[in-house]
């Protein structure tokens, strides 16, 4: 059983891809996982995902949207949370991130809306003010969980066997489906000085950390 962390950006590039890689695999390795999306959202996130975007050859028009864009996607994330349980939450999340993922430029504000009702959910009450006081704890506790985690990138994917030991891996960025098989195949098997020289040698510095309990 493999507890799985992702801390994304709501409508990051990579974080899509990374979602669908890590998916696959678990599929693909037929293990039981449980996953945690943790999306995050700030200016230096904002600020590497633009960037990002523009090596695919993605301009942004209009920056300001974008930011907005960003922050309403991860308030009506916890809302949906809140409101709805964790699935449709993440649910949500994919289906905005899938839309915007190769343009942004095709984001409009009526998405938001477009994507919750086509999930069956009721944008009034996701976007209900009375509820904007618990969707700030939500946010916060997120935000906790990566300072704990000491998460420096966006996306930041960590693995946890609960089969094995306390500690857990941690790998930043994109990550190939190749190189995801064998992690999750060789962590737990292997010497960890051993396996971890092999991780570095795939280009990958994985960084081991307690488990929050």
Same mark, same amino acid.
């Given at each position: /059983? ?53 090596? %695919? ?10 930011? /907005? ?10 809302? =949906? ?22 343009? %942004? ?29 618990? =969707? ?12 704990? %985690?000491?998460?420096?990138? =966006?996306?930041?994917?960590? %693995? ?54």
């Amino acid at each position: /059983m493999f507890e799985i962390f992702l801390f994304v950006n709501p409508i990051g590039v990579y974080c899509y891809d990374t979602e669908v890689a890590v998916k696959k695999t678990v599929e693909e390795l037929d293990i039981s996982s449980s996953f945690h999306f943790v999306p995050i959202t700030n200016s230096k996130v904002i600020r590497d995902d633009i960037i990002r975007r523009k090596t %695919f050859g993605q301009t942004i028009d209009d920056i300001p949207e974008y930011t /907005m864009a960003a922050y309403q996607a991860l308030r009506n994330y916890h809302a =949906i949370k809140l409101e709805y349980g964790n699935k449709k939450a993440r649910c949500y999340l994919v289906s905005v991130q899938k839309a915007v993922s190769k343009n %942004f430029n095709v984001y409009s504000q009526d998405l938001p809306k477009k994507v919750a009702v086509d999930l069956g959910l009721n944008y009034k009450r996701i976007c209900d003010s009375k509820i904007n006081k618990y =969707i700030d704890d939500s946010i916060e506790q997120d935000k906790e969980l990566a300072r704990k %985690f000491n998460i420096q990138t =966006i996306p930041t994917t960590i %693995f946890f066997n609960e089969s094995g030991d306390d500690n857990g891996l941690l790998v930043e960025g994109t990550i190939a489906h190749d190189k995801l098989l064998a992690l999750l195949k060789n962590s737990y098997c292997s010497e960890p000085q051993e396996e971890e020289e092999k991780q570095v040698e795939n280009g990958y510095l994985p960084r081991r950390h307690l488990r929050l309990m």
